[in-house]
């Protein structure tokens, strides 16, 4: 039977389990919400979303606590997404498990994190003499935060979205801080800032303003939202090149950050930690 968002633990009451629990994990299966944007076959774009998880804890074998920062990256081709409730929840069955070594985490990890997905996963874990090497830094490009526009309609609207098509193509890339979507089970709100790389016609950047706040009432997991903006502006504006990256703010000791890109010489996401984040 296929998993769906409905069935997971989001808004449901959870026991918190402290011993390690793999088949907490729940996927749920991308190419649902693919379907809807018309995705099927090969794919428009490549990518990966990145996890960041703050609150990783265990037990040395001498029953003393541990601690890392995992930064944990699926790649976009995987057929499932992890819920991110039953992903804390997993973490968490970790808390009083006794483990050899950090090697021994991240075995795990790789492994549970890459049969929910259905594909491999990348794990890198920083561990506390390495924290102080952590860092910050913000989305670069042209904010277009800064235009004054006025906003009446807060759910995606594709066709609202304009370029230059007749005119000659441009390089530049566009953020956003005003990116909010809400949880497509419980209609928590997620914040996020929003990177468009692109490279065509120019894009009409206060059509673009008003289709990003456009996501401010739309449910839907983060990942979905980021390939719904991919599509739209493909579709739409007609890029030759075109990245889309979001840096959702943390919940629950998650934060996630999907990358869809249809260029390989885009820059790769150097999972800088926002201030919001």
């Known amino acids: 039977m296929t998993n769906t968002a409905d069935q997971s633990p989001l808004g449901k009451t959870s026991a918190y389990r402290t011993d390690y629990a793999p088949e907490l994990l729940f996927p749920i299966p991308r ?5 809807e944007l018309g995705l099927s076959g090969t794919l428009p774009f490549f990518g990966v979303d990145i996890w960041n998880a703050y609150e990783i804890s265990w037990l040395n074998q001498r029953g003393k606590p541990q601690v890392a920062i995992a930064r944990i990256t699926f790649p976009a081709d995987s057929p ?3 819920e991110s409730k039953s992903f804390k929840l997993y973490l968490n069955s970790f808390n009083q498990t006794r483990l050899d070594s950090v090697a021994a985490l991240k075995a795990l990890l790789q492994q549970d994190l890459s049969a929910a997905a259905g594909g491999n996963v990348h794990i890198i874990l920083t561990q506390p003499e390495e924290f102080g090497m952590v860092e910050m830094g913000e989305l670069d ?3 277009l935060d800064r235009l004054d526009i006025d906003v009446d309609h807060y759910s995606p609207s594709p066709e609202i979205l304009k370029a230059a098509l ?3 193509p441009v390089e530049e890339k566009l953020v956003s801080h005003l990116l909010k979507s809400n949880c497509l089970v419980t209609g928590q709100p997620d914040w996020a800032s929003v990177q468009i790389h692109y490279a065509g016609p120019q894009i009409d950047q206060e059509s673009l303003l008003r ?3 456009g996501f401010r009432e739309h449910n839907e997991f983060h990942e979905q939202c980021v390939e719904r903006i991919f599509v739209d502006i493909l579709r739409q504006c007609q890029p030759q090149q075109l990245a889309v990256y979001a840096r959702y703010t943390r919940r629950g000791g998650l934060d996630i950050n999907p990358w869809r890109s249809n260029f ?6 150097l999972n800088l930690r926002g201030a919001r984040q």
Request: no cysteine.
């Open 80 to 82: 499932n997404i992890i």
């Open 211 to 213: 289709y990003l706040i």
């Open 264 to 269: 390989s010489t885009a820059q790769k996401p």
């Open 166 to 168: 007749d005119e000659e």
């Open 141 to 143: 490009g042209l904010l």
């Open 31 to 35: 190419q649902g919400k693919r379907d």
